[in-house]
C-alpha cells in the first residue's frame, strides 16, 4: 500500500480517494492512482501497509504531541512529522534481547558411525527459528537465515562442535545491539 499526503494537510477527497485528515492510503499496484497523485505534486510513500494511527490524527494535534517524542515539528509537513514520530518511538519503545533459550545438543553419533556426513548435513537438520528473551522476561520467536559452523565439523575426529545462528530480521519493537545470539553443539563421541 501507498500512503499519499495531500498538499492540504485538512484534505479529504481527491480523484475518488478518501482522505482523513490529509492523507489516503492505496495499494502500491494501483500505478495509476499514484502516478495521478504524483503529478499533482502530492507526497506518495509506497510500502505502507495501512495508515498508521498517526495518520489519522489532525496535523495541528501531532505538532501539539512532537516535543514530547523530542521532536520540534516547525516547518514540517504532516508526512514528514508522522515519519519523525513513528521513528522517534520505534526506537524510544525498542525491548532488547537478553538470551535465547538453550538448544539441545545435537546427537552427531559417533567416529565410527557418524548421523552427518559434513557441516552441511548438519545444517540442514538445525532449527529454522529460535525463542529469545527480552528484557522483561518476554519471549519471542525469531528467524534464523543461516548457521555458521565456527568449529570446522569433522565427522571423523570426536568433539563437540558449535555452530552459531545468523538470525533473520527482528519484529518492530524488538532489538538485538548486543549482537547477542543463539547456538547449538553437535556432538561426535568417541
Do not use: Q
Request: with cysteine.
Amino acid at each position: 500500500m501507498a500512503r499519499i499526503y495531500a498538499l492540504n494537510e485538512n484534505h479529504n477527497c481527491d480523484y475518488g480517494v478518501d482522505f482523513i485528515n490529509g492523507v489516503a492510503v492505496v495499494p502500491d499496484a494501483n500505478t495509476k492512482v499514484i502516478a495521478w497523485f504524483t503529478a499533482h505534486g502530492y507526497t506518495v510513500v509506497t510500502g505502507s501497509d495501512s495508515l498508521s494511527p498517526w495518520d489519522k490524527l489532525p496535523v495541528e494535534l501531532l505538532r501539539t504531541f512532537a516535543p514530547y517524542a523530542g521532536i520540534d515539528p516547525a516547518g514540517m509537513t504532516k508526512d514528514v512529522l508522522v515519519e519523525a514520530i513513528e521513528t522517534a518511538l520505534i526506537t524510544l519503545m525498542k525491548i532488547e534481547i537478553t538470551a535465547f533459550d538453550a538448544i539441545a545438543d545435537v546427537n552427531g553419533g559417533t567416529i565410527e558411525e557418524p548421523v552427518f556426513t559434513d557441516a552441511a548435513a548438519v545444517i540442514a537438520a538445525l532449527p529454522t527459528t529460535v525463542t529469545a528473551t527480552f528484557l522483561g522476561g518476554a519471549k519471542a520467536t525469531v528467524p534464523v537465515t543461516a548457521w555458521v559452523d565456527t568449529d570446522t565439523y569433522n565427522k571423523a575426529a570426536a568433539a563437540k562442535y558449535t555452530f552459531t545462528a545468523t538470525l533473520g530480521a527482528l519484529p518492530l519493537p524488538f532489538a538485538n545491539t548486543a549482537a547477542v545470539t543463539a547456538t547449538v553443539e553437535v556432538e561426535v563421541k568417541a
